[in-house]
């Protein structure tokens, strides 16, 4: 597998492996050993995510390409956009970002914070749509009304000479895939060295980028460790994410490996979405969430967002208490990032007091 992997086009960004470590406050006061995979640190910059193993692989490629502008898609508070922003500083490459911002939620913006000051600091071209209600994903006119937009940034850049590459939203772009079978790959190298075996991995599933190459990774490996993702959007079949997309990009990426998939329904056996912890909304703190990063930060001194991990630590925090996770069992949480989110939603801590 790694050597079907090294064979691929990739452009070295992030600092990899990524540290692995245990838990141990939260292991003994939950009666399970828990480890962290952390994505958050790899790099380039001081706040990182899973989306920058999948922009070595969808940059490298268009590096060779001969490609000189990305294009790239979100929520004014996206992650992957500004690890896509990052990672193009750090090739060369001219990041261009397609914002939305629901006015009805979170209002006009008022200061520059979080990833959007950080995308600011890298000084990206940045053009905001402001739309009114819902996710973006689920408003089709706003929808439409910001692909056209890219589309016509990218004519006009093709006109002046330059060669332009439209990543999707979350990095979702099929040369990417494959990059979280490295991760799955070198959590199974770092719990061996630390002498355990793992049961669960844990992590928080949107956009469906991290998940499939994972799963591939553990299909080759026969490793037996299940996937537990908790959802930060709906997750049913024939919603916008849905289990049968994680099933076709897993076949993808098993077909870049050269190996032969199984059947759809040996790898939808593997996928275990927990839609409980979604809250009101995508983007919306909710109180699960924020009482896990206060008893993550509080026991071991480690962040984890608002948007994104802090729901999918709620997820497996609850799942520990009501014993869906066997006691003594060895779990990893994979930290894919968020952080800058902390810097955005100051609801975590609530109001200054005192
Ligand atoms: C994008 C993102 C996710 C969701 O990742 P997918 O693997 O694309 O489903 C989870 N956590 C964080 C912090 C993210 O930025």
Redesign the pocket.
């Known amino acids: 597998m790694i050597n079907a992997i090294s064979s691929l086009p990739r452009k070295r960004i992030g600092f990899y492996p990524t540290p692995f470590h245990g838990l141990g406050n939260l292991s003994t006061a939950y009666g399970i050993r828990l480890f962290m995979k952390r ?2 640190l790899a790099g380039p910059g001081t706040i990182s ?3 920058t193993r999948l922009s070595e692989f969808i940059l490298g490629r268009a590096l060779q390409d001969g490609v000189t502008h990305v294009i790239t898609q979100g929520v004014y508070l ?3 956009g500004l ?1 896509f922003a990052a990672a193009c500083r750090s090739t060369g490459l001219t990041p261009i970002l397609f914002l939305t911002r629901d006015a009805t939620r979170h209002g006009e913006i008022e200061q520059y914070r979080g990833n959007l000051l950080l995308n600011m600091t890298m000084d990206v071209e940045t053009h905001f749509f402001t739309t009114s209600g819902g996710a973006y994903w689920d408003a089709e006119e706003d929808l439409a009304r910001m692909n056209d937009a890219m589309h016509a940034r990218k004519t006009e850049l093709e006109a002046q000479g330059h060669q332009v590459l439209i990543v999707p939203t ?3 772009h099929e040369d990417g895939f494959v990059a ?1 079978a490295l991760t799955f790959a070198e959590m199974i190298e770092q719990a061996r060295a630390a002498d355990v075996e793992l049961d669960y991995v844990y ?9 499939p190459g994972m799963l591939a990774a553990k299909l080759i490996t026969g490793s037996r460790a299940r996937f537990r ?1 908790i959802a ?1 959007c709906s997750y049913d079949d024939g919603d916008w ?1 849905n289990p049968q997309i994680i099933v076709d990009r897993t076949k993808t990426v098993l077909d870049r490996l050269g190996v032969p998939a199984p059947d759809d329904r040996t790898i939808r056996a593997e996928i275990d979405v927990d839609q409980r912890f979604i809250g009101e909304d995508y983007a919306v703190p909710s109180a699960e969430s924020t009482a896990a990063i206060r008893e993550l930060a509080r026991h071991e001194g480690v962040f ?2 608002p ?3 802090g729901k ?1 630590l709620a997820g497996m925090l609850t799942h520990a208490r009501e014993g869906r996770i066997e006691p003594g069992s060895t779990v990893a949480f994979l ?4 952080t800058g ?1 902390l810097f955005e939603i100051g609801q975590v801590v609530g109001a200054v007091t005192g």
């Open positions: 994505e958050d995510g899973s989306k996206t992650n992957s690890q979350g990095g979702a979280h992590h928080t599933i949107g956009t469906g980028t991290a998940l993702s930060i994410m984890v967002g948007v994104y991990t999918g930290h894919t990032g968020d989110n």
